[in-house]
Each structure stands twice: as C-alpha cells, then as structure tokens.
DNA sequence: CTTATACATCGAAATATTTGAATATTTAAA
DNA sequence: TTTAAATATTCAAATATTTCGATGTATAAG
C-alpha cells in the first residue's frame, strides 16, 4: 500500500460520521444498507451519500447494487493492509 | 479510545508530509530532531511546525526539548490503541 | 406509461486546512 | 550582554471539505 493510499483511507477515517457508519457494521454483522446508514446518521441524504462516497472511493466500503437499494460490505482485506502499514511505522 | 480521538489520529495521519515524518522514525530507529524533519520536507520551517503540532496534540509524537532543539520520539502505545480500534471493526 | 422510491450529482455557502512571510520567543554562544 | 540559532506564533491567502436545497437518474410498483 503506498503513501498516496494511507493518506486517503487515513482522510476517509477523519470525520465522526464515516466512523460512525464504520461502527455500524459490528452491530449489523454482514452489512449495511444506504438507507440504514440514512436513519443511523443526523445528516441530509445527499450528504449521507457524500460520506459513503468517501469510504467507498478509499475502498474501505464495497457497494452492490440491489436494484434500487445499495448494500455495503466492509473490505476486511484494505483494512487489513491499512492496519499493516501502522504497524510497520512501530519498526 | 473514543471517537474523537480516532478523529483526530486519522486526520493527523491524512497528510502527506505527516506521513513521511512517521516513515522517517523507521530510519531513525529511536527519535528525530525538528531540524531534522526540516530537511526531510519540502517546505518552509512554519509549515513544517505546523504538522509537527498536528502530530503532538494527536499524542502520536511526544516532544522533548533539548536545549534550544527539539526531540520526538513515536508514541507506540497511543498507535497501538488506534490499531486495536482498527482491528474492532473488522469484529 | 405514470408515479413513487432510492440514490447520485450539482451548485453554493459555511467551515476547516495548508501554506508561507513576518515576527516573536527561547536558549546557546560569543 | 549582544548576537545567532532553533522553534513557535500570527496573519492572510489559497485550497479543500462539509453541508444542504434543488434536481437528475435508475428502477420498481401501480
């Protein structure tokens, strides 16, 4: 994962409700809906739709298309590298 | 670690000169001096001090004065509490 | 085919961040 | 005690982000 990577998922990961949304998965356990992440946060749609744009274009959220409702996977595996990375600055 | 403060580690770590300060420790092995992430980035001292600070008040760098320079060293156990917040998520 | 639902995009306002010139502060050296 | 070096602060400009109203697009339902 290169440095220009960190930086998005690290920007992606600065805003209490993108973490918020992240949270959301512990309790939903496979995964989300947009319409679900619309009730969960105090925001308007579009800028729900803003946020989830943010975790998916950092690849940290994969979208799938249920006709007319978007579901939401977390990428366990960006995570992972993202995780490895902070390691690796602990020598 | 509550939310604010993976807020506010994120968002230290969504920059790409803040980055390549923490990257440098891996070639520093122990602590970096301010003088010398002068030299490292490709920006004025004032700029340079300004993400120094972002990086102290995220707790990510502990400041230690020597005199009239300045000493850094990684925190590790703040960094390895954001990465078992990271590690959560995953549940 | 018309309408309703779910989500995205656009545009603009408000706010936050990044940057550097100028200057201040602190401490060491002369 | 004057001067120089290292770092911090202030201020303003440039840029980026967040937010929402208005509107667009796609798909399902009637």
Redesign the pocket.
């Known amino acids: 994962m290169d440095n220009k990577k960190i930086e998005k998922i690290s ?1 992606a990961l ?5 973490i918020a949304i992240l949270q959301q998965f512990k309790k939903k356990k496979d995964c989300l ?6 009730d969960l ?14 975790l ?1 274009d950092a690849e940290l959220l994969l ?1 799938q ?7 939401y996977v977390l990428n366990q595996q960006v995570l992972d590298e993202y995780i490895a990375c902070l390691t690796e600055l602990k020598d």
């Open positions: 920007r600065s805003d209490a409700n993108r809906y947009c319409a679900e992440v619309n946060l105090d925001l308007t749609q579009p800028s729900v739709s803003h946020h989830l744009k943010q998916v979208p298309k249920e006709g007319r409702n978007l579901k």
